[in-house]
């Protein structure tokens, strides 16, 4: 019985994401971010819950890339109440001497938008997290990763 409770449970978490009363489309979010892939072809994705605290805060993601294979990076941030920037890099955030390949920064109040790359093993996307403020407690980011043959 706690197995197929289990079951149900992990079922309904990939339709939805509920986060402090703001509800993750996930199928929403994934058609959306599908439709900024073409004309690559899916790989994979990840939803980050993304919680705002007192404080800035910084949440990242390793992407493994093949090298020579072209890389689109599409996010869909629209169910995030917030606004938060994201920044690819091309080593961790513990890493010196890392090198800043994108930052959002410059799209503005943009929810959903897409990054092309090539040519690395390995991307980190860094989600640089406001501070909270009015009761606002978090949210979800989707990152959906497409490549295309060369």
């Known amino acids: 019985m706690k197995k197929i409770a289990l079951s149900v449970a992990v079922l309904l978490g990939l339709s939805s994401f509920q986060t402090d ?3 993750c489309n996930v199928g929403e979010l994934e ?3 599908g439709n900024l892939l073409d004309p ?3 790989d994979s994705s990840e939803l980050t819950k993304i919680v705002y605290k007192d404080k800035e805060t910084v949440s990242e993601i390793e992407v493994p890339l093949f090298i020579g294979e072209k890389y689109r990076f599409v996010f869909e941030l629209e169910a995030l109440p917030k606004r938060v920037e994201v920044q690819i890099y091309n080593k961790s955030k513990e890493s010196k001497n890392r090198k800043l390949l994108f930052s959002s920064k410059a799209m503005g109040d943009k929810s959903e938008f897409q990054f092309d790359i090539s040519l690395l093993r390995t991307a980190y996307v860094d989600y640089i997290i406001p501070p909270a403020q ?13 490549y295309k043959l060369k």
């Open 40 to 42: 690559y072809k899916y």
């Open 21 to 23: 009363s703001i509800l």
């Open 31 to 33: 058609t959306k971010a």
């Open 134 to 146: 009015d009761g606002v407690h978090a949210g979800c980011a989707l990152f959906m990763l497409g």
